[in-house]
């Protein structure tokens, strides 16, 4: 937990003097602990002020981020422990371990693989982050083509992974403008890492035996300058990952124990392909905040790019399609026109239907708050004045002769209103998705 607004009242100047945009110091205080502003924004604070307020407004877990541009992948900053309290913000990276000891075609052929990786889910493509280049075969030119062949065949992110950091210095002469995490440092090489680290700029992958280890670690490198992190603990059971990964984000979160407040890294031990899927899942459930995988097959991670979608939407704000008039096929005057709510899964759902009844239609979607169909009628944001009024807006009436609309078999009391509301006809259609291709195709013609 951050200081209230009243501890950090204390701290400030108290000269009311407005300023910083607020009435009152303590209306500043308030927004502080709120974190919707800036400290910056007062002049008058003291440097024994800004330490300890600093320090207390920085969040229990660090953001960091790994490579640049629009790929780039932040993980942590997270703020809680369950995702109903808020939500979780940050989606758990997901990446690939590429061994150097494979030949240069196997190489190329893995990345081409990982880099296809990409689908479309609700609306929104969901897609894999990170290749992380294993220096195995302890041979210099071998990590080296490896991270080359990564740079030039992917744009995703990178990992380079060994303990010898003159290696990765070569390697960083490469690579060093996509902003690669390099991992591991551990107790034996953590200076010259973190010197790596501090030279290039890069995050920085801290791999300790337990958690004590790892605190003392992270402790002793972030007194080097170095504050992008990343942590990890060495090969263990699926049970004891789970068990450390779920200490640390308690430690972090509950007691703000600064040492453990970085975002974690995992390697899926799996055994087979299919244990694999199911450790990766567990990880990214509870707490990892990247993941590192060796199968690569789609079936393997489209459940857990899906997983993941789900966890990492904000409860409070369900997915939504816009709300406007969607064609489905190649639409003309006479086609049917359909209504439901701007709610993904509901739009998504009826889509696919309609096409494949195979029988072009418009869909209306209503901005019903990103609600389905009965849940936003019962809260009325679904209603005939709403629907009226979207019929009227999208200019619906411009695209077709007729003035027929199908409405949700589960809203069918709607209907009377609706005509009333809007003048046109309507027609209640079924129920459930699934009988919208029978519906449409025994749809007598529109008047
Ligand atoms: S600028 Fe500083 S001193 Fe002035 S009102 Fe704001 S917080 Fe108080």
Redesign the pocket.
């Known amino acids: 937990m951050g200081l209230s607004g009243l501890e950090i009242y204390k701290h ?14 303590l ?3 308030m927004q502080l602990a709120a974190k919707k502003v800036d400290l910056s ?5 003291t440097e024994e002020a800004k330490e300890i307020l600093e320090s207390a407004s920085q969040p229990p877990i660090k953001l960091v981020t790994i490579g640049t541009g629009e790929n780039k992948l932040e993980v942590g900053k997270e703020t809680v422990m369950f995702r109903h309290e808020e939500t979780f913000y940050h989606p758990t990276g997901i990446g690939f371990l590429i061994e150097d000891s494979l030949t240069l075609e196997e190489i190329e052929k893995r990345i081409s693989e990982i880099n296809q990786l990409k689908f479309t889910r609700v609306g929104q493509e969901i897609s894999v982050d990170l290749i992380a280049i294993e220096a195995k075969s302890k041979n210099k030119e071998n990590f080296l083509k490896a991270v080359n062949l990564a740079l030039s065949k992917s744009k995703l992110n990178l990992a380079l992974i060994s303990g010898d950091p003159q290696l990765l210095k070569e390697a960083l002469s490469l690579a060093k403008e996509r902003r690669p995490l390099i991992y591991p440092a551990t107790s034996d090489n953590f200076k010259e890492m973190a010197q790596l680290s501090k030279e290039y700029n890069l995050p920085l992958g801290v791999r300790g035996k337990d958690l004590e280890e790892l605190a003392k670690l992270t402790s002793d490198i972030s007194s080097l300058g170095v504050s992008d992190l990343v942590i990890s603990l060495e090969e263990e059971k699926l049970l004891s990952k789970l068990q450390n990964l779920t200490q640390t984000r308690r430690l972090a979160l509950r007691k703000l124990y600064r040492p453990l407040g970085y975002p974690t890294l995992s390697f899926v031990s799996g055994g087979n392909p299919y244990q694999e899927v199911i450790e990766a899942g567990v990880l990214i459930c509870k707490y990892s905040s990247i993941v590192i995988m060796k199968g690569c097959e789609p079936w393997q991670i489209l459940p857990l790019l899906t997983l993941r979608q789900n966890i990492f939407t904000d409860p409070q704000k369900p997915l939504q399609v816009e709300a406007k008039i969607n064609e489905v096929g190649k639409v003309d005057d006479k086609s049917p026109v359909l209504v439901t709510t701007n709610f993904s899964l509901t739009y998504f759902t009826v889509e696919s239907e309609v096409e494949a009844s195979k029988i072009p239609s418009y869909i209306i979607t209503c901005n019903a708050e990103g609600l389905s169909v009965l849940t936003a009628w019962a809260a009325e944001k679904f209603t005939a004045e709403s629907i009226a009024k979207t019929l009227k807006d999208t200019g619906i009436e411009e695209k077709v002769s007729h003035r027929e609309v199908i409405i949700p078999g589960y809203v069918a009391v709607l209907s009377g209103k609706l005509e009333e509301e809007s003048g046109w006809k309507v027609r209640v259609g079924p129920k459930e998705a699934s009988g919208i291709p029978s519906y449409l195709k025994n749809l007598k013609s529109l008047s």
């Open positions: 400030l100047p108290k000269k009311n003097c407005k300023e910083c945009g607020f009435p009152t110091c209306a500043f205080a924004k007062c002049p008058y604070v």
